[in-house]
């Protein structure tokens, strides 16, 4: 008869263990969802690639598995897709105008002594643990460029004890925190514009200034002119006629991409080469 009540005492212990999961909240909430602010007119493709790394106090990352990886993977998936910022959203590699490829950390946090005594105990004395999720989150475009990364945090506690059995319905679901990650995440993205417009969106917004670009175009041509100007014993006449079709490109070619509105660097740089070489020329040949 003894023997039966301690061996019923043993698996209720064992039956009635339990412990209790709750969030630590470091990770503010995000106030509008889906993001509405900076909507392209045109929204590119995506592809997101999720990879889940487990850590053991800050040990070195192994990959995960098995259903809870899978879990976190759609988590994120199905957070880019109701964001409403892609036209697509695949984690098959297919061409995509942006490339989003998320490492999610979970880095398990506890005193192994505690654990062990907790185990020996049935759980009748406490041990608790704590469970960091990061996600780090490379944007890049489709020719591999990064365009940014964005990295969040969030936390969860476990309690472990014997009269926790109670607690079991109120475990924090890890795939709401993956989720919150990832849309603290787009949000950010959101916020600093990344990613950026698919190129059709950028030439929509910023048309080609082609006349502008010809006439940068006639500058350079008329480089090598003066060189043959400066070098030979062409008559004063044709050496004018060079410079003055020099200057005529020049200052076409200033107004028309001044007056494009376009930042044109190299041009301006060498309409100020032509510019000067004009000078030059007109010193040395100044009948």
Known sequence: MKGLIKHSLVLAAILLTGCVSYSQHELPPVQTWPPTANA???????????????????????????????LWEKAVADSFRQSNRFSRVSTDKVDSDIYADATLYNNEQFNMASAIITGVTFFIIPSTAKNTFTLETVFKD???????????????????????????????????????????????????????????????????????????????????????????????RGAHRALNRAGDHAIAGLGQVTGGGLDHQDAFGRIGDQLACIVIATLRHPG
């Open 40 to 70: 392209p007119a045109q929204k590119p493709t995506a592809f997101v690639r999720t990879t889940a790394l487990r850590q053991v106090n800050s040990g070195p990352g192994n990959t995960a598995a098995g259903a809870p990886a899978a």
């Open 142 to 236: 489709k020719d591999g460029k990064e365009l940014g990364r964005i990295k969040k945090s969030e936390s969860v506690r476990t309690w472990m004890h014997l009269v926790l059995i109670v607690g079991i319905p109120f475990q924090a679901d890890t795939r709401e925190v993956v989720e919150a990650l990832t849309r603290s995440t787009l949000d950010e993205a959101v916020q600093r514009k990344l990613p950026r417009p698919c190129k059709s969106e950028l030439a929509r917004e910023k048309p080609e200034n082609t006349a502008g670009i010809e006439h940068a175009r006639g500058i350079v041509a008329c480089l090598s002119s003066l060189d043959q100007v400066r070098s030979s014993d062409l008559e004063h």
